[in-house]
């Protein structure tokens, strides 16, 4: 079992940046691979970023060269650092967890979300 719990949602005007934090407990998150996803509101739960066990990462084309995905071993987080955000970008922001899945939304373990509001 692995518990996943998002932070570092908010407010934010296009252009500007956010933070969000995915703290894993359980199983340690080097068993899974990692992954950001979002949904706004009337559309479907879409990938946005992943970070496999072995370390690559995957990215939506519509986040590339503007999201990062990182993972520290040591504290058991993955974050995603957001940058030139776009009002495009709001969604509820959801972390999740997978021995196989990469950019499918077939992941075992999810996340409550955390809700990411770019004003324009």
């Known amino acids: 079992q692995v518990q996943l719990v998002e932070s570092g949602g908010g407010l934010v005007q296009a252009g500007g940046s956010l933070r969000l934090s995915c703290a894993a407990s359980g199983r340690t998150f080097s068993s899974y691979n990692m992954g950001w996803f979002r949904q706004a509101p009337g559309k479907e739960r879409e990938f946005v970023a992943a970070i496999s066990r072995s370390g690559s990462t995957y990215y939506a084309d519509s986040v590339k060269g503007r999201f990062t995905i990182a993972g520290d071993h040591a504290k058991n987080t993955v974050s995603l650092q957001m940058n030139g955000l776009k009002p495009v970008d709001t969604a509820v922001y959801y972390c999740?967890?997978?021995?196989?899945?990469?950019?499918?939304?077939?992941?075992?373990?999810w996340g409550q979300g955390t809700q990411v509001i770019v004003s324009s």
């Open positions: 999740a967890a997978d021995a196989v899945a990469i950019r499918s939304t077939n992941y075992d373990y």
